[in-house]
Structures are given as structure tokens and as C-alpha cells.
């Protein structure tokens, strides 16, 4: 399945939703939104999880200087470009404007005030410490309430429980699914496919996992495998193409869409009836070590990761992982650490490429003799 069928599906489901008298709930794609409460409130999560080209990020430049991240320029122009195979963001009804990063908190208010989509507050503090958590629940008071008075009636804390635990077993599945050795450009498009449908895709998922459980034994495919971290590749997107053309495959995900989010599960024996379950949202946003907002030593957390990866790795399958770390380009939260993580990783004979990029079609070739070089090494 291609990315544009994977639209026009995703575009005929939201429509179907509409006519149900569901409203779709739009935010930009990193962690720590909390979908539960969306989903409890009997609305449809739509998380922006788009990429970008030439005309995307020019669409958004009168609204933003271009030293804006290209995946926040090119989500403005996803609104300002018309006509698109994005139409069905017409559907919006409300836009989450939260802050994950500053280009975060700019796109998500451009996109709410200049193509008229009501927006709903959402702010997350920068620090984790008792206080901190304290914030973090009056934000998620006042979403609940925001929601509460869109659908006219309060949420009942047993639907919220009833959401944590769907979420919970579709991201257990998604987590099975990034372990899973396929073709990396296949195991990309399942994950973003399911980030768009939600739990409505477990069934598929489960299908997915058992058929690949019953074959395809390791080492199998001949290439030189990758794990991608930084920056997630989004939909439409053809970087995971040119890393397969040049013979690697990506066999781990440790992106927001990957890892960070899938990561995420609420342990089920704390779900309990006479718990609030927004405390539960709370433990998650403080048990978090892989997202890259408010998370203290979160580089620490990230090298030692990777190299858990690397070496659980090379014991299964005698193979030496390659780390790709993909940079938006102007994306601060990825580039700032870009140097660091390479060092640290290098020295502990880990091989990496900081790859950055927007998403102009020019820069194509240039990736490409980046990213064989790169094979060349491994
Ligand atoms: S700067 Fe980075 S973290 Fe922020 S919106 Fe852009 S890609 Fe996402």
C-alpha cells in the first residue's frame, strides 16, 4: 500500500466518523498529548504526522519565516495548499495547541487562527519535579473540561479507564511490530498507517504480527541494518527509499512515531476502578524517559538505549546496527544534541550519520551519496 492510497483510506474513515456526529481532534505529532482523553470523550484523535515537499513548505512562508522547522512549515501548508490529497483536514473541528517546541506552538496557533479551526489549550511544563507533575494535572483538568463542554456532558472516569486500556494494547502491538525483522519502509508504513487509524487498526495489527511470526527468519534480507532515531519519517516522505537504495534497512524505529510513542503503556495492574485515572496519565508523563520534552538526562538515556539495541542485536544475529539520526532541518530539539550523541556513540564503536535535511526535492541526490557513504562504512 502506497502513501496515497493510505490517504484517500484515512480521508473516506474520517468522513464516515463525521457522519457518525464524531468531531476530529487535530494536534501536531509528538508525544505526550493524551489521546485517552480524546478517545473518552467520543472524539476522533487526528495526529499530524504529514511530511512535506518543495510547494508545502513555500505555502507556509506568509505565515513564517523558511528558518522555521520544515515539518511545522510544511504543516501550515497542508491548510494553505488547496487543492490536496490532504483535503480531508477540512474535517478539522478543533486544533490542540500545546508546546512541545516553539515551532510546535507556532504552526499549531497559525493553523488554528488563520483557517479558522477552534483551538484547545494544552501546555506541558519543561521540568519534571513534584511541581511539575502538579501543573501537568491541572492541564489535563482543564482539557478534560474543554472536552466536557464540546460534547455537553462530563467524561466518566470509567470510559477514560476503557481508553487507557485500548491505547495500552494497541502501543503493546505497534511495540511488537517495531521489534518484527522486515523491510523497513514496510514496517513504516504499518506504524504510520495505525498512528492515523488509532485502535481501530489492533485487528490488522494482530493479523500483521502473526503472519510475520509464522516466517521470515532473521537475516533473511540482505542489507545493512539501521536503527533511525531523531526525527520520525512522516507520511509521503522518501527517505526510508533512498536508505533501502542504497542497501540499508531499518530495522528499528526510535522516533516519535516509533519507539517514543509505542513505548508509552500504562502498566494494565494500575488501572483500577477506584483510581483516578488521570493519575495515570500523570505516572506516564513521569515515567517517560524516551520522549524528548521535559525528560532530564535524556541523552544519557538515549546513548545507552541505542546501545542496548546495538548489542542485543549483534548477540541475535552476529550483525553491527548503523544508527541514522534524522534532523528536520531548523529542528532544535534533534540538531542541538546531534554532535553529542554521535561522539558518544562513536567512541563506543557504534557507527552514525547526522542526517540533515528539509524536504526540497533538490536535496534528494545529495542524501543519497550521503547515505551510500554511510553504507560504505558499515
Ligand atoms: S522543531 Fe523538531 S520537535 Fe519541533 S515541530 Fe519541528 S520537527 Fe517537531
Given at each position: 500500500m502506497d502513501d496515497l492510497e493510505i490517504l484517500s483510506e484515512y480521508s473516506l474513515y474520517l468522513k464516515e466518523k463525521k457522519e457518525e456526529g464524531k468531531k476530529v481532534i487535530g494536534f501536531i505529532?509528538?508525544?505526550?498529548?493524551?489521546e485517552e482523553l480524546i478517545d473518552a470523550a467520543g472524539f476522533i484523535p487526528l495526529r499530524m504526522i504529514f511530511a512535506g515537499n518543495d510547494d508545502l513548505m513555500n505555502a507556509s512562508h506568509d505565515y513564517l519565516p523558511?528558518?522555521?522547522?520544515a515539518f511545522a512549515q510544511s504543516s501550515i501548508g497542508l491548510f494553505s495548499l488547496?487543492?490536496?490529497?490532504?483535503?480531508?483536514?477540512?474535517?478539522?473541528d478543533y486544533f490542540i495547541v500545546s508546546n512541545h517546541c516553539v515551532s510546535d506552538i507556532c504552526a499549531s496557533e497559525i493553523i488554528s487562527k488563520y483557517f479558522n479551526i477552534p483551538r484547545l489549550n494544552f501546555y506541558i511544563s519543561y521540568t519534571k519535579n513534584d511541581n511539575s507533575l502538579k501543573y501537568f494535572k491541572l492541564e489535563l483538568i482543564d482539557l478534560k473540561q474543554q472536552l466536557e463542554k464540546i460534547r455537553g456532558s462530563e467524561i466518566p472516569s470509567k470510559d477514560l479507564r476503557e481508553s487507557i486500556l485500548k491505547y495500552n494494547k494497541f502501543k503493546k502491538r505497534l511495540l511488537e511490530i517495531n521489534n518484527l525483522y522486515m523491510k523497513g519502509s514496510k514496517k513504516l508504513k504499518i506504524i504510520q498507517k495505525a498512528l492515523l487509524f488509532g485502535p481501530d487498526f489492533i485487528q490488522d495489527l494482530e493479523q500483521i504480527i502473526q503472519e510475520y511470526k509464522e516466517k521470515s527468519p532473521i537475516n533473511q534480507i540482505n542489507s545493512k541494518d539501521l536503527v533511525l532515531t531523531g526525527c520520525s519519517i512522516f507520511i509521503n516522505d522518501y527517505l526510508i527509499d533512498l536508505i533501502e537504495e542504497a542497501?540499508?534497512?531499518?530495522?528499528?524505529l526510535d522516533t516519535w512515531i516509533g519507539n517514543h510513542y509505542s513505548s508509552?503503556?500504562?502498566?494494565?495492574?494500575?488501572?483500577?476502578?477506584?483510581?483516578?485515572?488521570l493519575n495515570l496519565i500523570i505516572k506516564r508523563f513521569h515515567d517517560n524517559?524516551?520522549?524528548?520534552?521535559?525528560?532530564?538526562n535524556y541523552l544519557e538515556f538515549k546513548i545507552s538505549q541505542i546501545e542496548k539495541i546495538y548489542h542485543d542485536y549483534k548477540l541475535k544475529t552476529g550483525k553491527k546496527l548503523g544508527v541514522i539520526n534524522h534532523i528536520i532541518k531548523f529542528c532544535d530539539h534533534i540538531s542541538i544534541m546531534s554532535a553529542h550523541l554521535k561522539n558518544q556513540l562513536q567512541e563506543k564503536g557504534i557507527r552514525v550519520l547526522n542526517l540533515e535535511r528539509d524536504y526540497?526535492?533538490?536535496?534528494r541526490g545529495q542524501l543519497s551519496t550521503r547515505i551510500e557513504a554511510f553504507m560504505e562504512m558499515l
Amino acid at each position: 500500500m502506497d502513501d496515497l492510497e493510505i490517504l484517500s483510506e484515512y480521508s473516506l474513515y474520517l468522513k464516515e466518523k463525521k457522519e457518525e456526529g464524531k468531531k476530529v481532534i487535530g494536534f501536531i505529532a509528538h508525544d505526550n498529548i493524551p489521546e485517552e482523553l480524546i478517545d473518552a470523550a467520543g472524539f476522533i484523535p487526528l495526529r499530524m504526522i504529514f511530511a512535506g515537499n518543495d510547494d508545502l513548505m513555500n505555502a507556509s512562508h506568509d505565515y513564517l519565516p523558511p528558518s522555521t522547522c520544515a515539518f511545522a512549515q510544511s504543516s501550515i501548508g497542508l491548510f494553505s495548499l488547496k487543492p490536496s490529497q490532504f483535503n480531508f483536514l477540512d474535517l478539522l473541528d478543533y486544533f490542540i495547541v500545546s508546546n512541545h517546541c516553539v515551532s510546535d506552538i507556532c504552526a499549531s496557533e497559525i493553523i488554528s487562527k488563520y483557517f479558522n479551526i477552534p483551538r484547545l489549550n494544552f501546555y506541558i511544563s519543561y521540568t519534571k519535579n513534584d511541581n511539575s507533575l502538579k501543573y501537568f494535572k491541572l492541564e489535563l483538568i482543564d482539557l478534560k473540561q474543554q472536552l466536557e463542554k464540546i460534547r455537553g456532558s462530563e467524561i466518566p472516569s470509567k470510559d477514560l479507564r476503557e481508553s487507557i486500556l485500548k491505547y495500552n494494547k494497541f502501543k503493546k502491538r505497534l511495540l511488537e511490530i517495531n521489534n518484527l525483522y522486515m523491510k523497513g519502509s514496510k514496517k513504516l508504513k504499518i506504524i504510520q498507517k495505525a498512528l492515523l487509524f488509532g485502535p481501530d487498526f489492533i485487528q490488522d495489527l494482530e493479523q500483521i504480527i502473526q503472519e510475520y511470526k509464522e516466517k521470515s527468519p532473521i537475516n533473511q534480507i540482505n542489507s545493512k541494518d539501521l536503527v533511525l532515531t531523531g526525527c520520525s519519517i512522516f507520511i509521503n516522505d522518501y527517505l526510508i527509499d533512498l536508505i533501502e537504495e542504497a542497501g540499508g534497512n531499518v530495522v528499528f524505529l526510535d522516533t516519535w512515531i516509533g519507539n517514543h510513542y509505542s513505548s508509552q503503556i500504562i502498566d494494565d495492574k494500575l488501572i483500577d476502578a477506584k483510581k483516578d485515572p488521570l493519575n495515570l496519565i500523570i505516572k506516564r508523563f513521569h515515567d517517560n524517559i524516551y520522549g524528548d520534552h521535559s525528560v532530564p538526562n535524556y541523552l544519557e538515556f538515549k546513548i545507552s538505549q541505542i546501545e542496548k539495541i546495538y548489542h542485543d542485536y549483534k548477540l541475535k544475529t552476529g550483525k553491527k546496527l548503523g544508527v541514522i539520526n534524522h534532523i528536520i532541518k531548523f529542528c532544535d530539539h534533534i540538531s542541538i544534541m546531534s554532535a553529542h550523541l554521535k561522539n558518544q556513540l562513536q567512541e563506543k564503536g557504534i557507527r552514525v550519520l547526522n542526517l540533515e535535511r528539509d524536504y526540497s526535492r533538490a536535496n534528494r541526490g545529495q542524501l543519497s551519496t550521503r547515505i551510500e557513504a554511510f553504507m560504505e562504512m558499515l
